[in-house]
């Protein structure tokens, strides 16, 4: 094998990660056997062996490769799962217009996608009171510091973290009612908006992709080249803005699906096989 050319200015360990992501990415190397070892790389591409070893750093920095101690180099690929973040969904009750949308019901999409993949959910609530950023207090239509608060819902599917949902109200809003409670609110905390007289009629999302900070990597645990995907969404009802939603996802284990208009044609694909984990498998 030759290691393609590129720019003059990239380094030959780099040109040799972009071979390997595109033998990844074609299907060529699957989660059940190791990589070929270092020395055969070497004989494949005819470089160095630091070459063959910066190259694989640079993938196992990227969250694509993982190495097992005494077993070899896998690949490390997360089971992917789409979360409906915004679309047209199945009317539960007929007279029930909490019914026409995942706005209404948040959780239930979680715990109904999970239960579709056949995988565990679990949440661990948290309640803050904090002074509110500069782009939360803007979407809110605060002041810069102003007192908020933040309910945060830390999400594991299989005890593997898959996002970290916050939730900012104004303090006003959210005060004597069980928005203040750390806890699970039955019905979700849109019951206790509807209750209020706010229920969010509309909202707006904004999507970004950035590098975790030192406490998100170490709660994702994943590689140190692995972003996240942030959607940050204003939810309104008739009066104007009620809550920003931020939620944070690992990029290599969640992917956002938004549904746009009539959807009753859509096929539905069946859901790609899970990937086996190579320690587990040894294991048994």
């Known amino acids: ?11 030959k360990y780099q040109r ?12 060529e190397f699957t989660t059940a056997a190791a990589l070929p070892v270092e020395s055969e790389l070497e004989r494949q591409y005819g470089v160095a062996r630091n070459t063959v070893r910066l190259a694989v750093d640079v993938l196992v920095n990227e969250g694509r490769l993982v190495r097992l101690q005494g077993k070899g180099t896998y690949l490390r690929e997360h089971p992917v799962l789409d979360h409906r973040a915004y679309g047209p969904a199945p009317r539960l009750e007929p007279q029930g ?3 026409l949308d995942c706005l209404a019901t948040p959780s239930e999409v979680y715990r109904g996608e999970a239960d579709d993949s056949g995988r565990e959910l679990t949440v661990d609530f948290e309640m803050m009171i904090v002074r509110a950023r500069v782009d939360i207090a803007e979407r809110l239509g605060l002041r810069p510091g102003e007192a908020i ?9 299989d005890r593997e973290p898959y996002s970290i949902e916050e939730s900012h109200y104004r303090a006003g809003l959210a005060a004597g009612t069980p928005l203040m409670e750390p806890d699970q609110i039955d019905g979700g905390d849109e019951a206790v908006l509807a209750a209020l007289g706010r ?5 707006v999302d904004h999507l970004v992709a ?14 140190p080249g692995v972003p996240l995907v942030v959607q940050t969404r204003v939810t309104y009802d008739r009066r104007g803005p009620v809550r920003v939603i931020e939620t944070r996802y690992s990029a290599d284990r969640s992917r956002l699906v938004y549904g746009v208009g009539d959807l009753a044609a859509r096929t539905t694909l069946p859901a790609p096989a899970a990937p086996v984990d190579p320690a587990r498998a040894d294991a048994q």
Request: no cysteine; proline share 9%.
């Open 149 to 157: 608060v933040v309910r945060r819902q830390l999400r594991l599917l």
């Open 210 to 223: 950035r590098m975790p900070g030192p406490e998100e990597a170490q709660w994702f645990q994943g590689g």
């Open 16 to 27: 040799l990660a972009a071979d390997l992501r595109r033998r990844i990415a074609e299907g």
């Open 1 to 11: 094998m030759t290691i393609p050319r590129g720019t003059a200015q990239s380094p």
């Open 97 to 99: 217009p909490a019914a």
């Open 199 to 203: 229920t969010e009629v509309g909202a």
